[in-house]
């Protein structure tokens, strides 16, 4: 089984940026990639950065150009840095298994205004 830890969501001004950070505990050997998804009350999570053990990325069109998904291995984690902040962008952040997420963690808050 895999847990995912996030941390470093805050507030952040419009055009602002912040780091947010996915430590991963347990069969990482196991992992195809890693997906941030964030989620606002009400609606679905969605889907907002990917990427696979091969390097390949995926990035959501209201995010792209703007956030940067990568890795370290070293340190187990997947980092989502986020600049060009929007206010829309305020949410819940998870990171999980992708494609398919597996048990969900706790999440960081993520607010972005003025």
């Known amino acids: 089984q895999v847990q995912f830890v996030e941390s470093g969501g805050g507030l952040a001004q419009p055009g602002g940026s912040l780091r947010l950070s996915c430590v991963i505990f347990?069969?990482?050997?196991?992992?195809?990639?890693v997906g941030w998804y964030r989620q606002t009350p009400g609606k679905q999570r969605e889907l907002v950065a990917t990427v696979t053990t091969g390097g390949a990325t995926i990035y959501a069109d209201s995010v792209q150009g703007r956030f940067t998904i990568f890795g370290d291995n070293a340190k187990s984690t997947v980092y989502l840095q986020m600049n060009g902040s929007k206010p829309e962008d305020t949410a819940a952040y998870f990171c999980?298994?992708?494609?398919?997420?597996?048990?969900w963690g706790q999440g960081t808050q993520v607010t972005v205004s003025s």
């Open positions: 347990g069969r990482i050997f196991s992992i195809y990639g």
């Open positions: 999980n298994n992708y494609p398919a997420p597996d048990v």
